[in-house]
């Protein structure tokens, strides 16, 4: 039988803790508290984190801030922020897709140029926002 790294054997149920999800800045930064803090003293921060849910990650910043370590909520929003722009910058990517098949599709001259519109609308974005 093959043991996956991500199963606890004892209860039989997978092991989802630290599992990226996303962009995985969330698994980041925990790994970053265990690293700072050392594994005991970062589980019980983050066992502590839990009741606070969608909060927890902003929560666990202000506790890594009141410990002095200023720099990893700092890293944490530069991080988030650089995330935001690359998910923007994909939805925009599709989004000039399915308008040129819209283009390719439609009959009515009115509309195409409605189309062409918003397809230059979002050639001019992804220039300016080119990674």
Known sequence: M??????DHNTHL????????DSGLNVWLQEQIVSRLGNDQAQE??????????????????????????????EYHQRHLAHEAQRRYAAKERELSRW????????????????????IKCE????????
């Open 2 to 7: 093959k043991r996956h790294s991500n199963y």
């Open 45 to 74: 921060l983050i066992q502590e984190s839990a009741p606070y849910k969608e909060k927890r990650y902003r929560w666990m910043l202000d506790r890594m801030k009141e410990r002095g370590h200023i720099d990893l909520a700092e």
């Open 100 to 119: 040129r098949e819209r283009l390719a599709e439609t009959e009515d001259p009115q509309h195409k140029v409605y189309i062409r519109n918003r397809i």
């Open 124 to 131: 001019k974005y992804l220039e300016e926002k080119k990674p």
């Open 14 to 21: 997978p092991d989802n803790r630290m599992q990226p999800n």
